[in-house]
């Protein structure tokens, strides 16, 4: 059993000044309201990930990309422990779509 924490990176897109969220669903944290983001893949730098990561779940392209704060999240009930990378961002161009209806319900600018 791997006991290291994994890394996730989250992105905030702000569109008109408003952030970016969709609803999560069966997945760890279903029925929250989260940034895009997941897991930073092996020889990837984190703007990689969240160009990536935005793309494959909202289906848009971001800009102005930069860091934003790290956290050390431990899940005692799950059993899962994550350092997660926040990264800050525009919306550049393109419509928010749902792209993966299994992970995300919809998505709201707030």
């Known amino acids: 059993m791997n006991n290291r924490p994994k890394v996730g990176v989250g992105v905030i897109v702000i569109k008109d000044g408003k952030i970016l ?3 999560r669903k069966n ?13 930073l ?3 990837e730098s984190l703007e990689e990930c969240s160009r990536r990561e935005v ?11 930069r860091f934003g704060a790290a956290t050390n999240d431990i899940f005692e009930s799950e059993k899962k422990h994550y350092i997660t990378i926040c990264m800050i961002s525009e919306l550049a161009s393109g ?16």
């Open 21 to 23: 969220l969709g609803k």
């Open 27 to 39: 997945a760890h944290g279903e029925g929250a309201w989260c940034y895009p983001g997941g897991h």
């Open 41 to 43: 893949e092996y020889g």
């Open 55 to 65: 793309s494959e779940e909202a289906g848009v392209k971001i800009k102005n990309l």
């Open 95 to 110: 419509e928010v779509k749902v792209m993966e209806p299994c992970k995300c319900e919809e998505w709201g600018v707030v």
